[in-house]
Each structure stands twice: as structure tokens, then as C-alpha cells.
């Protein structure tokens, strides 16, 4: 590949509008997979124990257990792979940054070690989380999670927040674009774009004044349609909770693969002792 | 009219139950979508100084200067949990309930401070004492997280110190580089033109000096209750992963009496179970198929 190929990927992979179809594509993850067909309680559920167990484990064979189980799961579900890269380089840099300042300090590759196997325990719950955030249906995540118990506020807010965001980040595209149109873009780029840089974040800030009123204005607009349809009143009435969420049953499904979960676990801690 | 006016001046700034979640919604989308920029932007190193914006700090920061701080500064948690990490994928655990409390306690202190929101002096030293204290916290308990993360912390040289290093620095970088650059100017640009134009959006007041909180309806005992529990459960957890207590090997005899062959036993059972299950699974999977394709 030549230069202008690859700065041509990169620009192709790099721009916004890659960016936002991307971000869309994830939160809009409704693909069917694996994890789609479960109920999402049990999800959340299962997340949780994968979520917070794994910081108390400290055996190595468990650790790349749960990081294998992970693996296969992410890959199942198909996660974009810009969050995987972000995701990956971030874990990648911190580890490189801790080695370099270590060697300065006296340390050498010994030093390091504790921090791979930190980082592999990082990796299996970072993955855990991507696959399941990534194939739960928002609708549904936002249901389970008032059956759960969760204040409506919240509830309400997940939902909110995933049909809200295609209307957002095009309005906020739409400010920016419309600053850049009118305003005057620096001649030279200067060392490092510095120029460039500046320009654009102060773009990016000052965007946020229309962007501020914009949402003033819906927001009062949603709480006046939430209230027209009694959500304060239902929210508070175990019975209407009940009648919204009753389509949540579990299937089959979501008992196998509780089990497999459970029996993969006994294998991986069985393990432990004999390796 | 005028002892009506003086009365009405007197109330301590409320907001109606609708009004709450008008200002905790717009803080939530805001604040959210600003996070999933400052997740994704790339960083640039210079060296071990690593220019990263950490976070947009001055839409919270702004709302809870212009209404009431505790919702807003609730909302704007709520955004980043939701946009920057259950979309994005990326939510930590444990960690999130920290940063939850941290970031609320933060924006909403910054907030509680200026009076006036009018005085620049007083919108200045809100919003650097808001952030800087947010991120005072949060480096202590990073700091504290790697201590519980790493097995044998203070046995490997030199791994103490970094961690200190790179922390030290990175608060300073996130102190001086967002602190100003994303918290302070864009606060003081955003907070006088915005303030007498919004609250009307909300159908409200603005919030003028002579308004003040009830700190007790503020923090409610429920509240307080809540954040201790949590602070609890946040530090037993470290206490008991500092100790030698592991999940992973809780009864290392367990071995010796019984001999390697039956752990093998009971690997071979699990994985029989598992292989049974699947393959009912993808009986069924087939079953399920072999009917749309019947009705199709």
C-alpha cells in the first residue's frame, strides 16, 4: 500500500461521520446474536458477576479462563471494531507508559508482569461489558432495568438516551458545519496543526451555545409528553410497572445458557487446582 | 404587590417535580454527548505528559451554576454513564459508582458556590473548585484501585513509586490542560450569555442572588444514608481484596485429600453437561429454523 492509500484509509476511518455511524451502529445494535435472544435481566444479571468478581481473582489459569470465555462472547456479538481499538489501544498504552516510567525507576520486565496480568483482568471485563451492552436492545435494557427495581429517572433515561442521540449528534454536526461555514479557518496549519487544532475546539466549545438552548427547549417538550401520559403517577405504581414489563419471560434460552455460564465457571476454577 | 414581590424573593429555590427532570434530562443529553467525544478523541503524547481531554466539565458545570446543582450535577452522571459507557460499551464496574458520587459531589459544589451567577469572579472560582476537587478524589481512589488490583504491590520495586508518578502527573495534566482549556473559559464564555435566556425554555426564573438552598432538603437523610452505604460497600470490597481472601482458592487442602482425579472428575462432568446443552440448543435452533422455513 501506498502512502496516499493508507492516508486515504485513515482519513476514511477518521472522520466524523465514520465516527457517528459507528457510535449509531453500537447503540442501534439490534443484529441478531447470541446474546440478543436472552432476557435482558438475566443479562444484566450475568454482567454484573462478570463485571465485579473477576477484581478478587488473582489466579492466573482463572483469569485468562474468564478472558477466553470473554473473547468468544465479543466475537459473537459483533462489536465495532472502533470500539474494540479504542478499547485495546487504551489498555496497550497504559501498560507501555507504566513500563517506560518503571525502567526509570530501577525496574525491569519483573516490574511489568503484575501490571499484564491486571491488564488481562481489565480485558475480560471491559469485554464483558462491550458484549453485552452492544447486543442488548435499549427498549428492552430499559425495561429490565425497571423491573429490576432502578428509579423510572433512570429507566426512562436509558431509553431517552439511545433514540435521542441520531437527533443530537446530526444537530451538532449541523451548528459545527454552520460555524465553519461562517467563520474563517486559519491559512497555515503550523507545527503539529496547533493552529488547526485550536480552531477547532473553539468551534467545537462555542457550538455549544445553540446546542444548550436546542436542548432547553426539547427537553422541556419530552417532560411536558411524559407528563401528558402520566409517567411521574406510573412510575410510581407497582401495577403499571408490571404491565409494562409482563413481555419479559424466560425462555429456554436464557436457562441454558445460565448453566453453561455456571459450568464453564466450575470448569475454569476447577482447573486452577490441577494446572 | 410589593410585600407579595419581597415573599416571593424569600422562597428558597424549588423546582417542581417536572422542572427537576426537565433540568436533570438536558444536563444528562448534553454532558452524555459531550462524553462520547472526549471517549473517543485520540490523545496526543508529548512525552510522559499525555495532552488528553478528560472530560467537557464546563456543560455540567454551567447548568449547575444556572439551576439547581444537585440535579444537574446528577443528570450529568447519569449522561456519561449511559452515552460514554453503556454505548459505547465500556462500563468498569465497581469504578462507575465512584466516579458516579465523585463527578455529582464535584459539579454540584461547584455549583452550590456561586451565588450569583451574574459575577464572573464568583463563576471562575466555582467552576476550578468543582473540577479540581472532582479530580482530586478521583485520583486518590485510582491510586487506591491499583493498590487492590496488583497482587503484591509493595513487593515489586519501583511499581509503587510509577504508579504515584504517573498519577501525580496525569492529575496535574488534567488540572492545568482541561482544567482550564475545557472547564474555566468555556464556564465564564457560557454562563453569562446563557444565564436569563434558558430558564425561561424551562418555564422558570432565572436564579437571582438573593435566592438560596435549604441545605436540609438538599441532603436528605435518605441521601446521606445512600452515599454512606455506598462508600461502605466501596471500601469493604478493598479491605477484603487487600487481604489474602481469594475467590478463586478458598480451600487449598481441598487437593491433597482428594487427590488431582477428582477435579478431573468434575471438569469432564461440567463439560459433558455443557456439550449435552449446547447440542440440545442446536437441535432446537434447527427445529425452530425447519418451521419459518415451513410457514415461509
Known amino acids: ?275 | 404587590m410589593s410585600r407579595r414581590k419581597c415573599a416571593v424573593l424569600k422562597k428558597p429555590y424549588e423546582l417542581t417535580q417536572s422542572q427537576k427532570m426537565m433540568v436533570f434530562i438536558l444536563s444528562m443529553s448534553l454532558y452524555g454527548l459531550s462524553n462520547m467525544f472526549t471517549e473517543l478523541v485520540p490523545s496526543a503524547q508529548l512525552g510522559v505528559i499525555e495532552l488528553k481531554i478528560d472530560a467537557f466539565a464546563f456543560i455540567p458545570l454551567t447548568l449547575c451554576m444556572l439551576f439547581h446543582p444537585l440535579y444537574a450535577a446528577i443528570g450529568a452522571s447519569v449522561g456519561e454513564l449511559i452515552f460514554g459507557e453503556l454505548m459505547l460499551g465500556q462500563f468498569g464496574g465497581i469504578g462507575e459508582v465512584e466516579k458516579f458520587i465523585l463527578f455529582s459531589l464535584g459539579m454540584c459544589i461547584g455549583g452550590m458556590l456561586v451565588r450569583n451567577p451574574q459575577i464572573k469572579s464568583q463563576v471562575a472560582i466555582g467552576a476550578i473548585s468543582g473540577y479540581g476537587i472532582f479530580l482530586v478524589l478521583a485520583t486518590i481512589v485510582d491510586i487506591l484501585k491499583v493498590v487492590v488490583g496488583v497482587e503484591e504491590f509493595e513487593a515489586v520495586p519501583g511499581l509503587a513509586k510509577s504508579i504515584f508518578v504517573v498519577e501525580g502527573v496525569e492529575f496535574l495534566n488534567d488540572f492545568v490542560f482541561s482544567g482550564t482549556l475545557f472547564t474555566l473559559l468555556p464556564t465564564l464564555y457560557l454562563v453569562p450569555r446563557l444565564y436569563g435566556k434558558i430558564e425561561p425554555l424551562l418555564g422558570m426564573k432565572p436564579r437571582d442572588n438573593k435566592v438560596h438552598y435549604s441545605l436540609t432538603k438538599v441532603f436528605t437523610p435518605k441521601l446521606i444514608a445512600i452515599s454512606l452505604v455506598l462508600t461502605a460497600i466501596a471500601f469493604v470490597t478493598q479491605a477484603i481484596s487487600e487481604s489474602d481472601f481469594e475467590l478463586g482458592v478458598w480451600e487449598p487442602e481441598f487437593v491433597e485429600t482428594y487427590g488431582s482425579q477428582v477435579i478431573w472428575v468434575v471438569i469432564g462432568v461440567s463439560a459433558f453437561c455443557s456439550l449435552m446443552i449446547i447440542g440440545y440448543l442446536l437441535r432446537k435452533g434447527k427445529e425452530a429454523k425447519g418451521d419459518t422455513n415451513h410457514l415461509a
Open chain 1, 1 to 275: 500500500m501506498s502512502w496516499l492509500e493508507i492516508s486515504k484509509f485513515l482519513n476514511e476511518k477518521l472522520s466524523l461521520e465514520y465516527v457517528k455511524n459507528e457510535l449509531v451502529k453500537t447503540a442501534y445494535g439490534t443484529e441478531e446474536n447470541l446474546l440478543t435472544k436472552l432476557d435482558p435481566r438475566v443479562l444484566l444479571i450475568w454482567y454484573c458477576y462478570f463485571a465485579i468478581v473477576p477484581w478478587f481473582i488473582h489466579s492466573h489459569v482463572v483469569l485468562i479462563g474468564y478472558l477466553l470465555f470473554m473473547l468468544f462472547l465479543t466475537y459473537r456479538a459483533k462489536v465495532s471494531p472502533l470500539i474494540l481499538g479504542v478499547m485495546g489501544l487504551g489498555l496497550l498504552g497504559e501498560m507501555l507508559i507504566l513500563f517506560i516510567i518503571s525502567l526509570l525507576f530501577g525496574g525491569d520486565l519483573e516490574t511489568v508482569l503484575p501490571m499484564v496480568w491486571l491488564c488481562i483482568k481489565l480485558g475480560g471485563i471491559s469485554l464483558a461489558s462491550v458484549a453485552v451492552f452492544t447486543s442488548i436492545n435499549p427498549e428492552k435494557f430499559s425495561d429490565a432495568l425497571l423491573r429490576l427495581g432502578f428509579p423510572a429517572q433512570f429507566s426512562f433515561s436509558v431509553a431517552y438516551a439511545y433514540r435521542i442521540l441520531p437527533t443530537l449528534l446530526e444537530e451538532f454536526q449541523q451548528i459545527i458545519l454552520s460555524y465553519r461555514l461562517r467563520g474563517l479557518a486559519p491559512e497555515k496549519s503550523g507545527l503539529f496543526y496547533w493552529r488547526k487544532i485550536v480552531y477547532f475546539l473553539i468551534v467545537f466549545i462555542r457550538s455549544f451555545y445553540p446546542l444548550i438552548l436546542n436542548s432547553a427547549k426539547r427537553s422541556r417538550t419530552t417532560v411536558e409528553a411524559l407528563e401528558t401520559k402520566g409517567f411521574t403517577y406510573g412510575a410510581n405504581n407497582l401495577q403499571m410497572i408490571k404491565l409494562k414489563t409482563g413481555y419479559l419471560k424466560l425462555t429456554y434460552n436464557d436457562y441454558a445458557f445460565t448453566m453453561i455460564s455456571i459450568f464453564y465457571l466450575i470448569i475454569v476454577h476447577a482447573l486452577h487446582y490441577v494446572l
